[in-house]
């Protein structure tokens, strides 16, 4: 972890610290409402416990992992890809391509486990997807996959995922 992250690191702890303050005065309205939202939920300061720096980032600040540093990349073994949050099963081997992109991609998701969102982060629009289970970000998916299949592009932080060998 280099100085830059650890500021930000100091900086998220203390916005943390506010933020429970804040949500001990109606917690059980908020709750409620995050409850609605996602089956698994939890406060910043329980993910940050629970994940690794680089996992806390991409999963729940939506951080981008650095093109071709997961080890999932290349990974051709057949299983499945679950959430790195709460283990929900994602994506499936045989849906896995190689996208030259830099980033673990696959042409379809297991649908209902991945829910959809759209941002604007980078000045154009682009469909954001997350675990439907915990809301963790795992990516963006494109309309430039492989035309055979779906034509669809998910292009997944690796670092948001866990591989699960089949057997
Ligand atoms: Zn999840």
Known sequence: MNRRMLLIAFTLLIAGCKGNFEEKENASKKDA???KTFPVTKTEEEWRKELTDIEFYVLRKAATENPFSSDLLDNKQEGIYVCAGC????????????????????????????AYDVDYKIGYKRTEEHCATCGGHLGHVFNDGPISTTGKRHCINGVALNFIPKE
């Open 87 to 114: 283990s929900t099963p994602l994506f499936r081997s045989e849906h896995k391509f190689d996208s030259g992109t830099g980033w673990p991609s696959f042409d379809r998701e297991i649908e209902g486990n991945v």
């Open 33 to 35: 409402k995050r409850e």
